[in-house]
């Protein structure tokens, strides 16, 4: 597996509502995407903040999948698998 263009940031938010800052980053990764044609990660530390940002990707018409542990197995191999692509 070549990992040579793989890009890591980590961006710690402190404040208690993360998505004004959320917002920001969206719209910075939007203009990247359209000169590279990238994906990108978003970890997060519940299911409930997990779901509360695919929301917010989805409300700014980014492609979402999850693969939190509310999501059954199958379905996140297959999420895992359409992002690969």
Same mark, same amino acid.
């Given at each position: 597996?070549?990992?040579? !263009? ?6 710690? #938010? ?7 800052? /959320? *917002? ?20 997060? !530390? ?6 509360? #940002? ?7 018409? /980014? *492609? ?22």
């Amino acid at each position: 597996m070549n990992l040579q !263009n793989l890009k890591h940031e980590f961006i710690h #938010i402190a404040d208690y509502d993360k998505v004004k800052p /959320l *917002k920001l980053l969206i719209k910075e990764f939007k203009k990247y995407q359209r000169k590279h044609n990238t994906s990108a990660i978003v970890f997060c !530390n519940s299911v409930a903040s997990a779901r509360a #940002i695919e929301h917010t990707l989805s409300e700014e018409g /980014l *492609k979402t999948a999850s693969m939190h542990g509310d999501i059954p197995p199958r379905m996140r191999e297959r999420n895992f698998e359409d992002f690969k692509v």
